[in-house]
């Protein structure tokens, strides 16, 4: 094993196959002979290696000395102490559970924009700015597919103001959001946004610690969402549907406050108990230790008190700068984190029970800094 230039081999058998891989799909994007794919049916969300050249575990693009799949992957080896530096210039300290950054409390001052998004519309408005006013040319999102009932999560390029308030609100199965990077750069994007919980939002990071060209460079905005996992799509059927009658298609919005909060089209409100849904947790989420997007230029996320406000770590300049500019140009007000002293004690209790799902038998990153409580 050529240890100097780790490939496809080893990140078969170190990552995909023994249960740290997230289903990011980050080696897929940047793997410039397009001999991996993905697969997102059944419960899997893993990638996979093409038999036109080689086979199941290997690759003789890796042989010859490609290794742009294990530059890209953001649970490879020593990644979290890597982009720590790269990102932040120091690693994190043990009192830093949730990751480097500060916390604060925002909220679009538009009404519309928290009315058709997420918990105080901030991503939503976050978005829309970045792409009116020449920051980002296009973000890599989520959407549901066709006209939305049947609730299955897919990648999307968002281009527009159309396009984001199409695109807000939450979804709780997975979306391997990168899989839509080929379109925006088809289109001519330069500079992209990419939204997605901490699997998804370390990849831009790892790529550009380990110099992966220009897909590192063109992924210029992290947008973490926090997250403590997400569910198989099975759930639909037999869970809500099985258990309380309520079909996809009926599904109007979504939401986890503790409970799983379900609003139907008939103006129906229900909650189904978050222990009846743990059976459906997605493989890839199980041995996650990032709840809160670590490293995301700006991780948000609705785990507050205060239902039309958005929890905000705000953790690089690039993401000061938005925070910064977003309030001077009244898109946005912000109140500080201390204001919701539960959710801050809830992010610093859900990152610690993240960080331990992290595998004793991986290398140790994650592991490595001892946790308060554990």
């Known amino acids: 094993m050529a240890l100097e230039k780790p490939q496809w081999k080893e990140l078969f058998t170190e990552v995909v196959t023994s249960g740290l891989c997230t289903g990011c799909a980050a080696c897929v994007v940047a793997c410039p002979h397009d001999v991996l794919d993905y697969e997102s049916t059944g419960g899997v969300y893993k990638p996979w290696h093409l038999d036109i050249d ?9 042989v010859k000395g490609c290794t742009m799949c294990t530059r890209a992957c953001p649970r490879f080896r020593n990644w979290e102490s890597e982009i720590d530096q790269h990102r932040f210039a120091r690693e994190r300290t043990e009192d830093e559970v949730f990751g480097i950054g500060d916390v604060l ?3 679009s001052t538009d009404v519309s924009l928290v009315e058709n998004g997420q918990d105080g519309g901030f ?3 976050l978005l829309v700015y970045a792409l009116e006013n020449d920051v980002i040319d296009a973000a890599l999102v989520s959407a549901l597919e066709g006209d939305g009932t049947t609730w299955r999560a897919q990648p999307r390029v968002a281009r527009t103001r159309q396009d984001v308030l199409e695109t807000a ?3 709780y199965t997975y979306s391997a959001n990168l899989l839509a990077y080929p379109q925006a750069v088809e289109t001519g994007a330069e500079r992209i946004a990419l939204v997605g919980m901490g699997c998804m939002a370390s990849a831009p990071g790892a790529m550009q610690t380990r110099k992966a060209g220009k897909i590192a460079r063109r992924l210029s905005l992290t947008v973490g969402l926090l997250c403590s996992k997400t569910f198989d799509d099975a759930i639909f059927e037999e869970l809500f549907e099985s258990q309380y ?7 109007v919005k979504m939401n986890i ?3 799983f909060q379900i609003w139907t089209r008939d103006g129906g409100y229900h909650e189904v108990p978050l222990k009846e849904a743990h059976a459906y947790t997605r ?4 041995s996650c230790p990032d709840f809160a997007a670590e490293h995301a230029d700006l991780s948000a996320g609705g785990i507050g008190a205060f239902n039309d406000w958005t929890l905000v770590i705000v953790r690089t300049d690039l993401g000061r700068d938005l925070m910064t500019t977003l309030k001077e140009k009244g898109l946005i007000e912000t109140r500080p984190g201390d204001d919701d002293p539960g959710a801050v004690a809830l992010l610093h209790k859900l990152a610690q029970v993240s960080r331990k799902r992290w595998p004793a038998t991986a290398t140790p990153g994650p592991r490595r800094l001892p ?3 554990s």
């Not at 009658?245 to 599904?251: D, Q, V």
């Not at 493989?283 to 199980?286: I, L, S």
């Open 371 to 373: 946790v308060r409580g």
């Open 257 to 259: 406050k503790g409970v």
């Open 283 to 286: 493989e890839g989420c199980t």
């Open 123 to 125: 991503v939503t408005t």
């Open 169 to 171: 609100k939450s979804r």
């Open 105 to 107: 409390l925002a909220r």
């Open 245 to 251: 009658g309520l079909s996809r298609a009926n599904i």
């Open 54 to 62: 080689g086979g199941r575990e290997d690759c003789t693009h890796g």
